[in-house]
């Protein structure tokens, strides 16, 4: 497995403000995912975080508002845009292709609350 | 489309006994990969196990095993010994070609002493 990091832990933020989320992993890996897991629901992918080129999206999440940045196969980020309460959940990040693997880690989360 | 499903909204068992936690799958894809997370209070989400399509031997894990029958579409996860600590929220998922993950909507598990 890698060791995954996420910063911050938790937020609350003010409506209409954006939020930057870090994920930094112990060795190079060649996928990296966000994903979002609202208030008792289960996890929602919103992008592969691809190195050297735009994110792919998928359907009901754009980039605007959730812009991504993976300038190297260790670090990504996720930017919560504008964001309202409906953006209130636990984001996190997912590695897969470790050795070779296809197993799937995932960092510890960011708690965000929107008010 | 992939899709899980967790049929099981919560499961009560005894400290000691094992409990199986159900998971059917539907995809068209050959290849696909399948996993077992479990995330306590605390947010985080804990890899078990992971069975690939193709490996013919059940995944285990320590305490943790994957019960794979691919016929019937299903991968359940079997927890032997339950301890306290395995009170948490599990989640049972799929990746297909691109390893991205579906998830199911899960079964939150507490564990009686």
């Known amino acids: 497995s890698a060791v995954i990091s996420q910063k911050p832990s938790r937020d609350i933020c003010q409506r209409g403000t954006s939020l930057t989320i870090q994920c930094q992993v112990d060795?190079?890996?060649?996928?990296m995912f966000w994903y979002r897991q609202q208030p008792g629901q289960s996890l929602t992918l919103i992008a592969t975080?691809?190195?050297?080129?735009?994110?792919?999206?998928e359907s009901g999440f754009v980039i605007d508002k959730f812009p991504i940045s993976r300038p190297n196969l260790t670090f990504s980020t996720l930017t919560v845009s504008n964001m309202s309460p409906e953006d209130s959940s636990i984001y996190l990040c997912?590695?897969?292709?470790?050795?070779?693997?296809?197993?799937?880690?995932f960092g510890p989360g960011t708690r965000l609350t929107v008010t | 489309a992939q899709k899980i499903t967790q049929t099981q909204p919560g499961m009560f068992v005894q400290e000691k006994e094992a409990v199986t936690l159900d998971c059917t799958y539907d995809?068209?894809?050959?290849?696909?990969?399948l996993f077992w997370y479990k995330q306590p209070s605390s947010g985080e989400m804990i890899f078990l196990i992971y069975q690939g399509s193709y490996d013919e031997q059940n995944a285990t894990e320590g305490r943790y095993s994957l019960n794979f029958q691919k016929a019937r579409k299903s991968a359940n996860l079997v927890i032997s010994a339950s301890q306290l600590g395995d009170s948490a929220m599990y989640f049972c998922a799929m990746t297909d070609t691109d390893y991205k993950l579906s998830f199911g909507a899960g079964t939150t598990v507490t564990v009686r002493a």
């Open positions: 975080a691809n190195q050297g080129s735009e994110a792919t999206y």
């Open positions: 997912s590695v897969s292709g470790l050795a070779g693997s296809d197993e799937q880690y």
């Open positions: 060795s190079q890996v060649t996928m």
């Open positions: 995809t068209s894809d050959q290849s696909y990969g």
